[in-house]
């Protein structure tokens, strides 16, 4: 290797101020012989040094760039802090969003039953008031019907006296349209499970007596019974009688009248 081209190698590095003592000197005494080549190649280098000092990033940063820097670094250590902190919350208020989402979902659930449990108490209400009213209402209409029966002067009264001189007749009014209202006052009160049936009577040879309602006085001995639709017409019928039958009555007579009335 010739001397240029040794000297050459190094020509970047001596501007760079790079280069140790006694290769600094060995190449200054090569230039100072006037080598043109090794002159050229050296301005080329210089210039291609200071080019890359425009690159090159500041070797002593200013007091400025460093706090700049320290900020852009702390504020870049904090994000990271923070993205850590953000990382583990997310699962957290995942959570919390679903447990408060099953809450919600539970409650509404609770709710909802509760809600179909009010609407079922106030149906239930609204049924039992209902059939209250439908109750009241059949009682006034069978007490007007009773009313009516009793007061018009159309229907016909059946005195249904008893075989036991002891005991009060009963009396019936039979309206041809309306039916029979049957009252008793001071009736003795069957044995528990036992009640009194009407019967009614028909005026056909050999006809058997026809089963109506059955009804029970009260501690007092005093009834009211309404047959709105008696199983017989008044004009066919002969006599009302009275008998002591099981609860739910009977399909014919069990025992002996206890009263009877003709129909005149
Ligand atoms: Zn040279």
């Known amino acids: 290797m010739s001397d240029c081209a040794k000297f050459r190698e190094m020509l970047e590095a001596y501007a760079l101020g790079a280069l140790d003592a ?4 060995a190449l200054e005494a090569h230039l100072a012989t006037g080598c043109n080549d090794c002159a050229k190649a050296l301005a080329e280098a210089r210039w291609l040094v200071s080019q890359l000092a ?9 007091d400025m ?17 923070q993205s850590a902190a953000l990382k583990s919350a ?9 447990a408060a989402l099953f809450v919600v979902t ?20 609204a049924a039992a008031i209902l059939l209250q009213h439908r109750d009241l209402e059949a009682q006034l209409e069978a007490a007007k019907r009773e009313a009516t029966i009793v007061t018009d002067p159309a229907s016909v ?17 039979w309206h041809s349209q309306l039916g029979i209202v049957l009252t008793g006052q001071k ?30 006085p009260d501690a007092d001995g005093k009834f009211v019974l309404l047959v709105a639709n008696p199983p017989e017409l008044m004009v066919q019928t002969k006599a009302l009688a009275i008998t002591e039958e099981p609860e739910g009555g009977s399909p014919q007579p069990t025992t002996a009248p206890r009263w009877v009335g003709g129909i005149s």
Not at 65 to 80: D, F, M, S, V
Not at 90 to 98: E, K, R
Not at 114 to 120: G, V
């Open 106 to 125: 539970i409650y509404s659930a609770w709710n909802a039953q509760r809600l179909q449990r009010d609407i079922q108490a106030t149906n239930q209400k």
């Open 54 to 62: 425009y690159l090159a990033p500041e070797a002593a940063p200013s």
């Open 187 to 216: 009736t003795p009160v069957p044995s528990s499970n036992r009640v009194l049936q009407l019967w009614l009577i028909p005026k056909a040879p050999g006809g058997k007596p026809i089963p109506s309602l059955t009804i029970r």
């Open 90 to 98: 997310i699962p957290f208020w995942m959570w919390a969003g679903v």
């Open 22 to 25: 006694p290769e600094r000197a």
């Open 157 to 173: 009264k059946i005195a249904l006296a008893s075989t036991d001189p002891q005991t009060p007749p009963l009396e019936a009014t």
């Open 65 to 81: 760039l460093k706090g700049r820097l320290l900020q852009t670094i702390r504020a870049e250590a904090q994000a990271a802090k």
